[in-house]
């Protein structure tokens, strides 16, 4: 049964970084945009794939969780420290992610928490904005989590 739940887990990852790449490639491509039609597009798509990013983070979750029953590994270090690792990089990215959701809003679409939504910013607001979203920090935060869980996962170092 271990393998099943490893395979599931492999895939739900792939899932998760497939659809939540597509935000990644959306803050490096939103701040070559000047267009509000095209920003309001890039942050469409972006918006569209929250939830399959979500859910396939609750999906990594459970097979993690079940995984670390089946073998007895919640008395090891390194799975707690995973899910801790998870958690932060989590919260980090929410935070980070605030510029994003004011462009989303800027361009008249819902924010956060989708009652957001109000008439479209101006061209000026709105350029200013995008140049509030850096995406290299939260980029960074999330490539050292994968790393750092990659490696406690394969290495199971304690």
């Given at each position: ?22 935000s ?29 990013t ?48 004011n ?56």
């Amino acid at each position: 049964m271990y393998q099943w739940w490893l395979w599931a887990h492999i895939v739900f990852v792939a899932g998760f970084l497939l659809s939540h790449g597509t935000s990644a490639a959306m803050g490096f491509r939103l701040r070559q945009e000047t267009s509000p039609d095209a920003i309001r597009g890039l942050a469409q798509l972006s918006k569209a794939t929250t939830n399959f990013t979500y859910g396939f983070l609750l999906l990594i979750l459970v097979s993690g969780i079940a995984m670390g029953i089946q073998n007895n590994w919640w008395r090891f270090g390194w799975i707690w420290v995973a899910l801790v690792v998870l958690i932060i990089a989590v919260g980090a990215m929410n935070a980070l992610s605030r510029p994003y959701h004011n462009v989303r809003v800027g361009v008249g679409l819902p924010g956060r928490r989708g009652n957001e939504k109000r008439e479209p910013a101006s061209s000026e607001q709105l350029a200013q904005l995008v140049a509030r979203a850096n995406p290299w920090p939260i980029s960074l935060v999330g490539a050292a989590a994968i790393v750092i869980l990659i490696w406690l996962m394969v290495l199971k170092p304690f």
